[in-house]
């Protein structure tokens, strides 16, 4: 209620009510005299006598620090208008709850994962079960991957105190918990072989996963593996997208080359970007990168703005290649993808926000998105970049990075935790433009952000754990679950560039 009460003047008002109503013991609840006599004072004025159930010392100082949050920069109807300089207040213990769910997240991966199952390491949901059950949207990657970050950073100097709820995570559980999934990662793809490229739903994810897990075990035949399978992915073919096609196929090439340093998958992600050249389209509207209306595939025919299948995401894989090879033409196509975004944003008192595709965008359609899969966050990520390394004194694209941070914030009260399409991808967006853009106010909008998956965490077995997507249950899974909300929290602990994009990026602690 606190948190609520930041940005919507009726909790605020209200939250002694709610609060009343809503007490565990049934004989400290507020009566109906109670709740009339205080509907009829004047906001935010304590009745003026005692009856059954009367506010406690508690609910008097949830009042209190829910009337502190008015000046919180929000306009008088509740409609949020953070902006830079007027961010509402952090609670004093943000950090140490950011902790636990960091550290008692990393122990619930260790619990819970089951390397003798022939099928999946960790549990799914029913959807999840469907898809490759090694692939970073669904499986196994994103956990790998979290845990050898989680390591690398331990190794650095930075370990991983525990909380006092549960044993304190080890290096040594952690080192034998990451060993133990890479190998489980690394067999199950070998029997189940799959020529699907892309990051997130295609092997690229895996590759990618592996071969962080080998960089932080030293192990040399987990490296071997890795880079086979990377050299084996198609660099060419029809889903342009980065979550299923050559686009994400692109951005695993270049982190192997600045991992490994190997000329050979520069190479290959010169080609990747050779390809997507080839594949745009150009209309009056800008450059697209639709799928062909012939792919077997549900995102047949789809020409999209956002990052997982749209212009933002193949811009962002051009923008990279360019800055690995020099190529000009890398770059033009990347701008390009600009000037596309640019023209298709709307803005308003919600931010800047982006229909979803180019049907919608000439219909008109009200129709708008602010996740990383295909809005504001994702379109975000890409424009960040963009104007970091072409146009800082472009103040269009800035005032548009500036508006998909106003508009993630104001989904902070009921967007899901999720990196895909909730709070862990939006926050890792305004890590983003603190980082490239100096402006620390994004970075304190990301902080305050976190609090709302914190406000919905769960309890299993003593661990304050962050749930799914849909609130349910909590999965390990990256796009939808436990690995995506860690990945943001270890990045906020510990700084570092942001995971799944293959840039050295400034350390941000």
């Known amino acids: 209620m606190d948190l609520l009460a930041r940005d919507h003047a009726h909790v605020r008002r209200f939250s002694p009510l709610i609060l009343g109503l809503a007490r565990d013991a049934p004989e400290e609840r507020w009566t109906l005299d109670r709740a009339r006599e205080f509907l009829a004072g004047e906001p935010g004025e304590a009745p003026a ?10 609910d008097r100082a949830s ?37 636990r769910l960091l550290h008692d997240g990393v122990a619930h ?14 549990v799914s949901d029913s959807f999840g079960e469907t898809c490759d059950p090694v692939a970073l949207q ?3 990657a994103g956990g790998v991957a ?58 690229s994810g895996t590759a990618w996963a592996l071969l962080d897990a080998a960089r932080s075990l030293d192990d040399t035949a987990l490296a071997d593996r890795a880079v086979a399978l990377a050299l084996g992915l198609p660099v060419r073919g029809p889903n342009p997208d980065v979550c299923h ?19 050979r998958f520069l ?33 047949a025919g789809a020409w999209h703005y956002g990052f997982a299948h749209g212009v933002a995401g193949v811009g962002t894989f051009l923008l990279l290649a360019a800055e690995a090879t020099g190529d000009p033409r890398f770059l033009g196509a990347a701008t390009e993808a600009g000037v596309t975004l640019t023209a298709a944003a709307r803005g308003g008192p919600a931010g800047a926000l982006w229909p979803v595709d180019r049907a919608r965008h000439l219909s008109d359609s009200p129709e708008l998105a602010r996740h990383r899969c295909s809005g504001s966050s994702g379109v975000g990520t890409f424009l960040v970049r963009l104007w970091a390394a072409t146009g800082a004194s472009d103040t269009l694209v800035r005032d548009l990075v500036d508006g998909a941070a106003r508009a993630v914030l104001t989904g902070g009260v009921t967007d899901s935790p999720a990196t895909c399409h909730g709070l862990a991808g939006n926050a890792e967006f305004l890590l983003d433009a603190a980082v490239r853009t100096g402006d620390e106010s994004h970075r304190a909008a990301a902080e305050l952000l976190v609090e709302h998956p914190a406000a919905q965490a769960v309890l299993r077995d003593g661990r304050l754990l962050v749930p799914d997507e849909n ?7 990256y796009a939808t679950g436990l690995a995506g909300s860690l990945s943001l929290l270890l990045r906020l602990r510990s700084g570092g560039p942001r995971a799944w994009l293959p840039e050295d990026g400034p350390s941000h602690p």
Do not use: I, K, N, Y
């Open 49 to 58: 006598r005692a009856t059954a159930g009367r506010a406690s010392g508690q």
């Open 63 to 99: 009042l209190a620090r829910a009337t502190a949050g008015r000046a919180s920069g929000q306009d008088g109807d509740g409609s949020a208008r953070a902006t830079a300089g007027r961010l509402p207040g952090r609670h004093t213990d943000a950090a140490a709850t950011r902790a």
């Open 109 to 122: 991966l260790l619990a819970t994962m089951r390397p003798h199952d022939p099928e999946r390491l960790w």
């Open 138 to 140: 669904h499986g196994s």
């Open 146 to 203: 979290l845990l050898a970050r989680v390591l690398g950073h331990w190794d650095a100097g930075s370990g991983l105190p525990g909380t006092g709820s549960v044993p304190p995570v080890t290096r040594e559980a952690l080192t034998a918990g990451l060993r133990s999934a890479a190998r489980w990662t690394a067999e199950r793809q070998d029997a189940l072989p799959s020529d699907l490229p892309g990051l997130h739903f295609g092997r």
């Open 245 to 263: 096609g050559v686009a994400g196929s692109g951005l695993t090439q270049l982190h192997f080359w600045r991992t490994t340093g190997d000329a």
């Open 267 to 299: 190479d290959r992600a010169a080609e990747a970007a050779d390809g997507l050249l080839d594949a745009a389209r150009r209309t009056p509207e800008g450059v697209f990168w639709p799928v062909p209306e012939d792919l077997g595939s549900a995102l």
């Open 471 to 477: 609130r349910r249950t909590v999965l390990a899974e």
